[in-house]
């Protein structure tokens, strides 16, 4: 699946819009913060918030000696992550440039589509007691005729999910391809969130949330595990 029907590569993308490796995975650049503070109806006792604010992402494969260099920058900034498990113990978060770990945001997300197209799957963070979460698989994309969207919702609060994106498969080129048909495959789009984006708000998922959530469906668990960011077992 082709990024753009344009002239730019994803190495145009990621210098014009000046995008930098993201902790959860692809890259992304802050765009708008309103001003306006307001209060947060997703989070009890916490502080207001600015109204919204906008990113652009993009999700992308990338040659591998660029994808070492990325996450060494990552890994040098203030946004490098190390999520707790519940014995206390720290680890770094994987990174990749085409796949997002599971991570919550408590405030809601629309997720607008430029270019290309990415699945995104959704795990319902809240379910009922004794009901095991509902999940949710969305592509982002041109195609409606395949049940592809322009928009996605993905809502917060006591509605909220766990939320991670990925390139397809499919549309990876082959190693013999070479790395200029890395540069026409991701996608881009603009996530606006209400209220603003808020790091206190935001968080990733372990191995442990996992498990609470689909108990002894080993099945499920194996499914998702690959995308917890941080294997508390690793």
Not at 55 to 64: D, F, H, K, Q, V
Not at 65 to 94: C, F, H, I, P, Y
Not at 199 to 226: C, K, N, T, V
Request: net charge negative.
């Amino acid at each position: 699946m082709s990024l753009t029907q344009s002239t730019q590569t994803n190495s145009d993308l990621i210098k014009t819009l000046k995008l930098e490796p993201h902790p959860e995975g692809g890259y992304f650049t802050m765009g708008w913060l309103g001003e306006q503070k307001v209060p947060t109806p997703f989070v009890d006792n916490a502080p207001s918030r600015n109204l919204a604010s906008t990113i652009y992402y993009l999700l992308a494969p990338r040659p591998s000696n660029v994808v070492e260099q990325d996450a060494a920058t990552l890994e040098s900034s203030e946004l490098a992550v190390s999520v707790k498990s519940e014995d206390g113990s720290s680890k770094r978060l994987k990174w990749s440039p085409h796949t997002a770990v599971f991570h919550n945001n408590r405030s809601a997300t629309m997720h607008l589509h430029h270019a290309g197209r990415a699945k995104y799957t959704l795990i319902e963070a809240f379910p009922l007691p004794g009901q095991r979460p509902r999940i949710k698989e969305v592509v982002v994309g041109t195609d409606s005729e395949r049940g592809e969207v322009r928009q996605l919702l993905v809502e917060g609060g006591d509605e909220g999910w766990w939320k991670m994106s990925e390139i397809l498969e499919e549309d990876i080129p082959k190693d013999s391809e070479g790395d200029e048909a890395l540069e026409r495959v991701g996608c881009l789009i603009s996530e606006v969130v209400i209220p603003a984006f808020d790091w206190a708000d935001h968080q990733y998922m372990r191995e442990s949330d996992l498990r609470r959530l689909f108990g002894d469906d080993e099945a499920s668990i194996a499914r998702f595990l690959p995308h917890v960011g941080c294997d508390e077992d690793a």
